[in-house]
């Protein structure tokens, strides 16, 4: 089945410095699955934070990138510059087909903590 | 706001229990998701409903889980007898279901513990 392995557990990183959770995926249906990132801020639901299509693209929201790498199946998310507010549980997720033909199963990987220090 | 909402936020069940736990997805939306959230598994799908109808269940989850859409604006998912693996987070998610990578809509999820 389809699979999505990101860093495990917990990250912490001091405020103003770079980040880079890592992500790849395995898609059993088709060759380029749509790939996101979800967030969980404290005390909320969890969120879209981006979403790429296409293969070799590049998503972007709250100063957070990530590039879709279909050569090494990789979807890693980069920040430059991590604030306090950043801290929160990040999820790679893909969307594969399901047995309607839609697009919307979403296999989600096991979430990384991600805690910014001031 | 109208998002998706859940309830109870917290459940606690002695083994054995029937448990029922709520959602109403966003008003308008046509695709119902509800998800169990452990740290070992992370994410791992339980149901999908297209307009009411059932797409998908969880294949192993059949047994002692059944989720239920009476109406485009609710959905239960039932948990009967539960065994104390069932502690999890429970999510409803829904989205409009008009496009292929449309972005999901979640609730803020249902706790279960279960003794």
């Known amino acids: 089945g389809d699979s999505v392995t990101q860093t495990e557990g917990q990250v912490t990183v001091s405020e103003s410095k770079s980040l880079i959770i890592n992500c790849t995926y395995s898609?059993?249906?088709?060759?380029?699955?749509?790939l996101f990132w979800y967030v969980r801020y404290p005390g909320e639901g969890l969120q879209l934070l981006l979403k790429?299509?296409?293969?070799?693209q590049k998503g972007s929201s709250r100063g957070f990138e990530a590039t879709y790498n279909k050569e090494t199946t990789s979807f890693h998310l980069q920040k430059a510059s991590v604030q306090e507010s950043d801290s929160a549980v990040y999820y790679c997720?893909?969307?594969?087909?399901?047995?309607?033909?839609?697009?919307?199963?979403?296999?989600f990987g096991a979430g990384t903590r991600l805690a910014v220090c001031p | 706001d109208a998002g998706v909402t859940q309830t109870p936020r917290h459940e606690v069940a002695e083994k054995g229990q029937t448990i029922i736990l709520k959602c109403e997805p966003v008003?308008?939306?046509?695709?119902l998701f509800w998800y169990r959230q452990t740290k070992i598994q992370g994410l791992e799908l339980l149901s999908y409903?297209?307009?009411?109808?059932?797409?998908?269940d969880g294949g192993a989850f059949k047994d002692r889980f059944k989720a239920e859409m009476l109406n485009s604006s609710f959905s239960t998912l039932k948990i009967q007898p539960t065994e104390p693996k069932d502690s999890a987070v429970y999510l409803c998610?829904?989205?409009?279901?008009?496009?292929?990578?449309?972005?999901?809509?979640f609730g803020h999820g249902t706790k279960l513990s279960v003794l």
């Open positions: 790429v299509i296409t293969a070799g």
């Open positions: 898609a059993t249906s088709i060759a380029y699955p749509n």
């Open positions: 008003s308008g939306h046509n695709d």
């Open positions: 997720a893909l969307s594969d087909l399901m047995l309607s033909g839609s697009f919307n199963k979403l296999t």
């Open positions: 998610a829904s989205s409009r279901g008009l496009i292929s990578n449309e972005r999901l809509f």
């Open positions: 409903f297209r307009s009411k109808s059932l797409m998908e």
